[in-house]
T-cell receptor
Framework: DTEVTQTPKHLVMGMTNKKSLKCEQH?????MYWYKQKAKKPPELMFV???????INESVPSRFSPECPNSSLLNLHLHALQPEDSALYLCASSQDLTSGTDTQYFGPGTRLTVL | AQSVTQLDSQVPVFEEAPVELRCNYSSSVSVYLFWYVQYPNQGLQLLLK??????LVKGINGFEAEFNKSQTSFHLRKPSVHISDTAEYFC?????????????FGQGTTLQVKP
């Protein structure tokens, strides 16, 4: 099974709301990623977790808060977002971070609209 | 630092015709090279990757790519495309020495296959 699942598929939220995105994989991968993708653009890396510890934060605003409760699950908590945060949020996983050779497996994404 | 340039933002082609999507990279260190495809409303999927060895790499769905170190290129080819190949294609590199999992993506090429 090479599937990464993401919920919800779509999310509409106001600027004062708090919501969470969820990502799950059961491939035994120990590295998990959050990306943001705007229309017609490549994905932009936001966070990387390795063995459930935050490894990389690409200077993401604090209104985005990642969490990795266990090796299969990755959350992204959202609070006080801006309309420019509207995008497709992609989760990915890979075996680990010991080399740059590992394939990243992507989920289908959550399309977020901030009103 | 690395950068990736995909030379064509859009490539229209008729069904059953051959296609080449061009990718050039710039890096002061050795890199691994990847091609990912993103079908409409989906996440990214690995087509193929070059790690070492033979410079001609075969991937899924009949795609192949050739690594040319002197030209710093990694062009993607398919001898005969199908309507179902219509998608966004991303070339990406990762630093061989890195243990961050970071992929540097090109801006993407939209392949439009016409009947």
């Amino acid at each position: 099974d090479t599937e990464v699942t993401q919920t919800p598929k779509h999310l509409v939220m106001g600027m004062t709301n708090k919501k969470s995105l969820k990502c799950e994989q059961h491939m035994g991968h120990r590295a998990m990623y959050w990306y943001k993708q705007k229309a017609k653009k490549p994905p932009e890396l936001m966070f990387v977790y390795s063995y459930e510890k935050l490894s990389i934060n690409e200077s993401v605003p604090s209104r985005f808060s990642p969490e990795c409760p266990n090796s299969s699950l990755l959350n992204l908590h959202l609070h006080a977002l801006q309309p420019e945060d509207s995008a497709l949020y992609l989760c990915a996983s890979s075996q680990d971070l010991t080399s740059g050779t590992d394939t990243q497996y992507f989920g289908p994404g959550t399309r977020l609209t901030v009103l | 630092a690395q950068s990736v340039t995909q030379l064509d933002s859009q490539v229209p082609v008729f069904e059953e015709a051959p296609v080449e999507l061009r990718c050039n990279y710039s890096s002061s260190v050795s890199v691994y090279l990847f091609w990912y495809v993103q079908y409409p409303n989906q996440g990214l999927q690995l087509l193929l990757k070059y790690l070492s060895g033979s410079t001609l790499v075969k991937g899924i769905n009949g795609f192949e790519a050739e690594f040319n170190k002197s030209q710093t290129s990694f062009h993607l080819r398919k001898p005969s495309v199908h309507i179902s190949d219509t998608a966004e294609y991303f070339c990406a590199v990762s630093d061989m020495r890195s243990n961050t999992g970071k992929l540097i993506f090109g801006q993407g090429t939209t392949l439009q296959v016409k009947p």
